[in-house]
């Protein structure tokens, strides 16, 4: 099929594009490169350009003959949604509606879309399944719940097929360690212990460890990027005209901040020194999945199910590349 994978070029993005291409799709990557990188998108063409252009977009569905698109370009820190809302808004919502615009004038009707365990907010109730309801409790969970109701509303209105894909905690990087996460600045918990391990930071900050969770810290699901990636391309395949998916992604494993070090310490070998701090806005003290769903419908099973698997793939990563991509530009140099 012809891909247009818009966010190609971040962390998510990347290891979707690889597998599209692995799999003998067309792929075309649309990025502005805001939080992307250029050296991330190997083997499939690179249009720089906005989400917000309509006029481009559709010249670019034509143009290409693009029958499908992938949409991860977002804003996805909860911290900074709570302190700048107005980018998230802008962003994650009404640029997405013009790409929305785009596709129906230019009569693209699949879509799969990545969405959050930040709609849920903080539920009761612990796994979460898509009967859960909805009630975020930041900026940026609302605002990938916005884009949820309209992708059902254009489903039914206009004959959509989509399929929005409530990621956990994507993590981890491809296993043979040439593209993974590299956010500037990195304000992710494994990235950030990894940083320690090399060296890079004195120490990791927990952010509180008076959570209502048997050691006290935030329990999160770690689901590995290239997990989320083979999701995508299944989901891909269920796409039907005014069809609908919604879908939780995890492993259904819960991994608390203080475990997620121990994992790393042990992948590491280093100690990775921590320090305890405030708690950070808008974080749920409990995110765990039941994905019983998605392994129903898309046939999908997590092939890293284990914090550590998930972690020595980061490992392999970060170590090779302590600066990231630009360790890559530079070797190039
Ligand atoms: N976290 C932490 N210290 C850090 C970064 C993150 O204690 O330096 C915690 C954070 O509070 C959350 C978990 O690690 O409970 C995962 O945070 P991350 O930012 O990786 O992902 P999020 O859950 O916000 O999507």
Request: charged share 20%; proline share 6%; net charge negative.
């Amino acid at each position: 099929m012809r891909i247009l994978v818009i966010g190609g070029a971040g962390y998510v993005g990347s290891h979707t594009v690889r597998q599209l291409l692995r799999t003998g799709h067309d792929v075309f990557v649309y990025d502005n490169l805001s939080k992307g990188h250029r050296q991330s998108v190997k083997d499939a063409e690179l249009i720089e350009g906005e989400l917000a252009d309509r006029q481009k977009l559709i010249r670019i569905f034509r143009e290409r003959e693009i029958e499908a698109v992938m949409h991860f370009a977002a804003f996805a820190l909860v911290g900074e949604s709570v302190a700048q809302p107005a980018i998230y808004y802008q962003n994650n919502v009404s640029a997405t509606l013009e790409l929305l615009e785009a596709m129906r004038a230019a009569q693209v009707w699949r879509i799969v879309f990545s969405s959050t365990t930040a709609t849920y907010g903080q539920p009761e109730r612990i796994p979460i399944a898509e009967t859960t309801p909805q009630m975020p409790i930041n900026p940026y969970g609302f605002t990938k719940l916005v884009i949820e109701h309209a992708l059902s509303d254009y489903a039914q209105a206009y004959g959509f097929g989509c399929a929005a894909l409530r990621y956990f905690n994507a993590a981890g990087a491809s296993p043979d360690g040439d593209i993974g996460e590299d956010h500037d600045p990195e304000s992710h918990l494994i990235p950030i212990v990894l940083q320690t391990a090399l060296g890079q930071r004195e120490r990791i900050g927990i952010f509180g460890n008076d959570y209502p969770t048997p050691d006290g810290t935030c329990i999160r699901d770690y689901i590995h990027v290239d997990d989320l990636a083979d999701a995508h391309l299944k989901a891909l395949d269920q796409l039907r005209p005014s069809s609908n998916l919604q879908l939780n992604l995890g492993t259904g494993q819960g991994q608390s901040v203080l475990s997620v070090i121990e994992a790393c310490r042990k992948v590491t070998g280093h100690p990775i020194p921590t320090t305890v701090e405030a708690r950070r806005p808008g974080d749920p003290a409990e995110l765990v999945a039941d994905s019983s769903l998605a392994k129903k419908v898309l046939g999908w099973e997590p092939q890293y199910p284990d914090i550590e698997s998930i972690v020595e793939t980061a490992w392999r990563w970060h170590s090779a590349h302590p600066r990231g991509y630009a360790s890559q530009a530079a070797a190039a140099r």
